[in-house]
């Protein structure tokens, strides 16, 4: 799930004033009525988040310290753009001097050495103790992105802790084979820690990323450079100073903040990591496999972009329906890799489906994610603000019907109304381009033919939702669409054995599950004469 720009690698009431005013407006490309969100008022004053910052320097070696050049960059409120923290700035220097604390502890260090049985039980009491800080990292991580405090809280924080116990359970359960040869000879493969591995997490969900990447590395014996993203960086931290307390040797995993034209680059193109593992956009996805191969030759995987097709089959309750596209694309401010973002639904319950879309986005209750019962917060940034911004004028500009939303809501921060677009045509930037923001595009199709060539005319391939009775129409289309991940009847179900990942430009490799295991191991085949043996 992605942080979406290239610097990012190489990178309780009811709502804020939660009635809406509805005017009737012109869409002058349509001549169609439409509705628009007027706010009734400015969003209110942010709630103080119920947690320090504490921990603002690079990780590394089982210390807290400060970037080598000692300069500092800020982290951002989204609500409101004003700065909640300055964080350690890394450049080239602090990744060797992490890199360098993560070869040491692999080379000589006791986490390759010491038992899978211990390294568990390591991950475990890191577990326990993300339960016993729930709240606090589930504060940081609103704070500091802009999502729900519910999400965060409810969902998140019990899914990162989830997922350091499953792979917990598999650091003892890995193993080689014994191999059967047409000569006299004994053959066995071992599975080993693949060394230093490089991480690059993205801005969207800091934590679940951190899970994914770091969780299998430890498993596996590995030791750990990970870089978090600049907007993001603060849940990292105190993640890192969790596993300290849990018991992790120091070097084993070392956090550097930072630029990705700077920090990012350095762990990409550097000759000592021996694995690269990155989260966000495609664009920035091809520069860290050239930075990858232009160095060492160092193995990556990378989970990229998507524009996924959500399907609406004629047989579909449209109501259910409404529901689960409207989670499937608005879902943490439409700020997910595999958001539905292309709505294709059936001609004869097209009409039908948009107006209750329509209904659905205007009930949606935006504002301070530290608000219960808030379904959306702010854009991460003024950057990705603006470009949904854009993408929306584009989509205005093309043809397609406003049905809702369109502009800022309130003055302050990055908040954006739920938009949803009609009439969305396949060659239409907001079709095709990756928008990572809360619009809606609903496309029409007629059969299940077109739609599937239609679903599958895009560089991406990360998932895809269908909806649908007939069991029939969801197998065909399950296995004839080319993307990862395949919901039926449900979207954004994430489970720690799930494998995640995509086809074409979104991405190589898998996370998660068994799969994302050999990503942090290399395999050796060692063979051994026999003599006179009983049996081969």
Known sequence: MAARRI??????????????????????????????????????????????ISYTQHFINGKFVDAASGKTFPAYDPRTGEVIAHVAEGDNEDVNRAVAAARKAFDEGPWPKMSAYERSLIML???????????????????????????????????????????????DKIHGLTVPADSN??????????GVAGQIIPWNFPLIMLAWK????LACGNTIVLKSAEQTPLTALHAAKLFQEAGLPPGVLNVVSGYGPSAGAAL??????????????TETGKIILELA??????SVTLELGGKSPFIVCEDADVDKAVELAHHALFFNQGQCCCAGSRTYVHERVYDEFIEKAKARALRRVVGDPFKKGVEQGPQIDSDQFEKVLRYIRSGVESNATLECGGQRFGSKGYFIQPTVFSNVEDDMLIAQDEIFGPVQSILKFKNVDEVIR???????????????????TANTLSRALRVGTVWVNCFDVFDAAIP?????????????????????????AVVTPLKNPAWL
């Open 7 to 52: 610097s990012s690698l190489l990178s309780r009431s009811l709502s804020a004033s939660a009635s809406f005013l509805l005017s009737r407006g012109k869409n002058p490309s349509r001549g169609r009525s439409i509705y628009r969100f007027i706010t009734a008022k400015a969003l209110e004053e942010p709630i103080t988040p119920p947690v320090q």
């Open 125 to 171: 009491r890191f577990a326990d103790l993300v339960d016993k800080h729930r709240d606090e990292l589930a504060a940081l991580e609103s704070w500091n992105s802009g999502k729900p405090y519910e999400q965060s809280a409810k969902s998140e924080l019990p899914s990162f802790a989830r997922l350091f116990r499953y792979y917990a359970g598999w650091a």
């Open 185 to 194: 000879h004994y053959v066995q493969t071992l599975h080993e820690p693949i």
């Open 214 to 217: 770091v969780g299998p590395a």
């Open 268 to 281: 990409a193109s550097h000759m000592n990591v021996d694995k690269l593992a990155f989260t966000g956009s």
């Open 293 to 298: 191969a232009k160095s060492n030759l160092k």
């Open 454 to 472: 239609r679903s599958n005319s895009t560089r991406y391939g990360l998932a895809a939702g269908i909806f649908t009775k007939n069991v029939d």
């Open 500 to 524: 995640f990942g995509g086809y074409k430009m979104s991405g190589i490799g898998r996370e998660k599950g068994i799969y994302s295991l050999n990503n942090y191991l290399q395999v050796k």
